[in-house]
């Protein structure tokens, strides 16, 4: 099932003013509008968050907005530069979400996401992570996820949080709840509903067709039957000026899963001489099907590290065949690399006495492409002496820090996410735990090894400051081996609870 979505950016114009202005932008609690010329008057175009609370609004003359608000920041209006902004802002979220992507003006982006949420860990997350990741920038955003288009505008503009995900399948019901004025219908049309007493979206779908198309011509049926799914709405998805793609056409269209693959392989063929050319590796290809009906199916997968190799990208390309729908058929294909880093010819060692270095790249780029690269990490070692903040998640193939864990005293095999408090005997302040109970089960500890004294990090946190932790390696008498620490130095209550927790498992 199709599922879009839908990024809604209120304040986009003052964002990308305060953005471009950088250190020299008015404080974010300061009114700012932008404002052009209707006619021979000036009046406010864009107004940021500031101001709107300040009772201004788009429309209003800028002498009104300056008597209302003494402090007012007024810079002028740039709607070109407005425009080209959201088509960097679609070209970005390109490279990083999506294979289908478009800017929505004046104020937004569509995402086709069919078949890509897996890859960022779930729709929910991977929405989550766009709207937060434009925070970070300092962009105010919404977004919205639906089955179609105008049901994501819809959601993202008019629902009452600022991040909606609807289920599969029930866009159709949910928008009915919506205001009429969620539609892409103009001003004087909506008011001339709510005239009429339409005030939501559901009363006009429960209306016969014919008397409101007569009234109000077609575009209130096209506009209604594309928010609830019932009729196509294609994007056309924006490419880099610099974009590396290649393109079949086909005379006759094709659909059978043989010859989308046949083709496919000609196409990375293609592609890979063309990088070769620029002397450049895929780590992100798109491939884009253009259907008889007026639908673009697509295709996305990455790769570890730079690669022009035809056999390997045409197999991670046809390991995905199987989701497109080619519907009544593919009357074009396009493969592209969205994102290409540099890769120079490598040497070929032929000699015979050194073995030749494992290359798992290839594992790697299949088992990330059906997962999704976020579930496929190892981990690596942090220079720090307290045991959850020593390791953190990298990619596969990332290269070393050079840093390594401490190899004085053994660490576990399996660290738990959070310490579990147990309950212990135990004789204070040196002595291991005789016994201790965790998650319901007593052991009777046979051999232990300790104590390990932890320090705070007090420069980190002042609550540190005097905090230490008491390691032991303990065995159990059924021969599991477990790392435990005694919060505290056993003596002085200031250095922590002197409760017990288990924080690991050996073996």
């Not at 810079?75 to 959201?86: I, W």
């Not at 030749?356 to 190892?378: F, K, P, Q």
Request: glycine share 8%; hydrophobic share 45%.
């Amino acid at each position: 099932m199709r599922r879009v979505v839908s990024l809604f950016l209120p304040t986009w114009p003052t964002d990308r003013v305060r953005r471009q202005l950088g250190s020299a932008a008015p404080p974010s609690d300061t009114p700012l509008v932008l404002v052009g010329r209707e006619g021979r008057r000036r009046v406010v175009l864009a107004a940021d968050a500031a101001a709107q609370q300040a009772g201004l609004n788009v429309g209003m003359p800028v002498t009104k907005a300056q008597i209302l608000v003494p402090d007012l920041v007024i810079r002028n209006a740039d709607p070109e530069a407005d425009a080209a902004g959201l088509d960097r802002l679609a070209l970005w979220m390109l490279q990083r979400y999506a294979p289908i992507v478009a800017s929505d003006p004046p104020d937004g982006v569509v995402i086709d996401a069919t078949g890509a949420a897996h890859l960022h860990g779930g729709e929910e997350a991977m929405v989550t992570a766009m709207v937060e990741r434009l925070a970070a920038s300092g962009f105010t955003a919404r977004a919205a996820l639906a089955d179609s288009p105008d049901a994501a505008h819809a959601f993202a503009r008019y629902a009452a949080r600022p991040i909606t995900v609807v289920p599969p399948g029930e866009s159709a019901k949910a928008v009915l709840d919506l205001p009429v004025a969620a539609l892409r219908l103009p001003r004087d049309m909506v008011a001339d509903l709510r005239v009429l007493g339409f005030e939501r979206i559901g009363e006009l779908a429960d209306k016969p067709r014919a008397p409101l198309t007569l009234r109000f011509g077609p575009a209130l049926g096209r506009c209604l039957c594309q928010a609830m799914g019932q009729a196509g709405q294609p994007i056309d998805p924006v490419r880099p000026v610099d974009l590396i793609e290649v393109r079949r056409n086909f005379a006759e269209p094709i659909a059978a899963p043989e010859t989308i693959a046949r083709y496919t392989g000609k196409l990375a063929i293609k592609l890979c001489e063309a990088l070769e050319a620029r002397g450049q590796g895929a780590r992100r290809l798109d491939l884009l099907f253009h259907l008889v009906d007026n639908r673009i199916e697509a295709i996305r997968i990455g790769t570890a590290l730079p690669v022009r190799d035809a056999k390997r990208l045409t197999r991670l390309l046809c390991d995905k065949i199987e989701t497109i729908d080619p519907g009544f058929g593919i009357e074009v294909m396009r493969l592209a690399a969205v994102l290409a880093e540099p890769l120079p010819p490598k040497q070929t060692n032929f000699s015979l006495a050194g073995e030749a270095e494992t290359d798992i790249s290839g594992l790697i780029d299949t088992l990330a492409n059906r997962v999704g690269h976020r579930r496929l990490y190892r981990f690596a070692p942090v220079e720090s002496d307290v045991p959850e903040r020593s390791v953190r998640r990298v990619a596969p193939l990332a290269p070393g820090t050079g840093a390594a864990w401490p190899d004085q005293w053994p660490r576990p095999a399996r660290l738990l996410p959070t310490p579990e408090p147990i309950e212990t005997v135990a004789l204070l302040p040196d002595h291991p735990p005789v016994t201790f109970t965790w998650r319901g089960v007593r052991r009777r500890v046979s051999r232990a090894d300790g104590p390990e004294r932890v320090f705070g990090e007090w420069w980190k946190r002042v609550a540190e400051l005097r905090a230490v932790r008491d390691y032991f390696q303990v065995e159990d008498d059924t021969g599991e081996r477990f790392w435990i620490y005694r919060s505290g130095d056993g003596e002085d209550g200031a250095t922590g609870s002197h409760r017990w927790f288990l924080h690991g498992i050996f073996g």
